[in-house]
């Protein structure tokens, strides 16, 4: 019995890593897609790679904020679809760290503005008129939401627990935690480098990904977990590692030279 407790902790956390990593991917893909569609659009000739959108011709900077509309309007969708009824298993661990990333990677940009003037944040602030001051506010915002998320994730993260007895206490809410976000978040990082690399802001992306692992760890000892929810221990994670090797190869081998957007142009 405990062999068997304890492989589906086990397999929560083997999940949890790869719909990190998933999660992570994929919000930049979204990011990325966002701006060459837009970009597009615009008809500015966007170059599709692995970790940037280069645009051909000039045009109208509405292009720049592509990128943001399409990841905080996804993000909104899985936010509207995750509370639905179902269990906790393989596809919720997925749609609540895709929902993250999205999120994340939205708020990143804003938060890199007033630091990166070369940035696309900055641009699209310059394009705005948006003074410096204003920015920096916004920058502050983004960055107590990014610690905002992990806090109110903390409950969703408990329930992937394979048992209720292991969120009794707050010294085990907080072990749960560490095996289902914050191992992630070590073991992610390390695979996530193996897609993106070389992309400089990878270490901005982990570092707020850990942000949200703090946000998450810090509530976990005060957050109240609803007795009516059935634990569901996640099987084997068969169709998270497909997504994982599809990516793979859709970041290291198809987009690493770039693409035109479209393909065919």
């Known amino acids: ?151 109110m994730a903390a409950p969703a993260f408990l329930k992937f627990a394979p048992r209720a007895s292991l969120l009794e206490t707050r010294v085990s809410r907080v072990r749960v935690m560490l095996l289902v976000a914050g191992v992630p978040w070590l073991i992610g990082g390390a695979l996530i480098a193996a897609f993106v690399f070389p992309d400089p802001g990878l270490a901005f992306g982990l570092i707020t990904s850990g942000v949200i692992v703090l946000g998450a760890l810090a509530t976990a000892p005060i957050v109240s977990v609803d007795h009516q929810w059935r634990p569901t221990a996640p099987g084997i994670p068969v169709v998270p590692a497909l997504l994982v090797a599809v990516l793979f190869w859709l970041f290291v081998f198809a987009l690493r030279q770039g693409v035109p957007i479209p393909p065919w142009s």
């Open 1 to 151: 019995m405990a062999e068997g407790r304890s492989r589906g902790l086990v397999m929560v956390v083997v999940t949890s890593c790869l719909t990190f990593v998933f999660g992570y991917v994929t919000a930049q893909l979204v990011y990325l897609g966002g701006l060459a569609g837009f970009g597009w659009i615009e008809g500015r000739e966007p170059v599709l790679s692995h970790t940037a959108v280069t645009f051909q011709a000039a045009g109208p900077d509405v292009a720049l904020a592509g990128g943001l509309l399409t990841v905080f309007g996804v993000a909104i969708v899985l936010l509207l679809v995750y509370p639905g009824p179902g269990p906790h298993g393989v596809a919720r661990l997925t749609v609540l760290w895709t929902m993250l990333h999205l999120f994340r990677t939205g708020l990143q940009v804003i938060l890199a503005a007033p630091f990166d003037p070369e940035g696309i944040g900055a641009a699209i602030a310059a394009s705005s008129g948006l003074p410096e001051r204003f920015l920096g506010i916004l920058a502050g915002v983004a960055a107590a939401a990014v610690l905002g998320m992990g806090m």
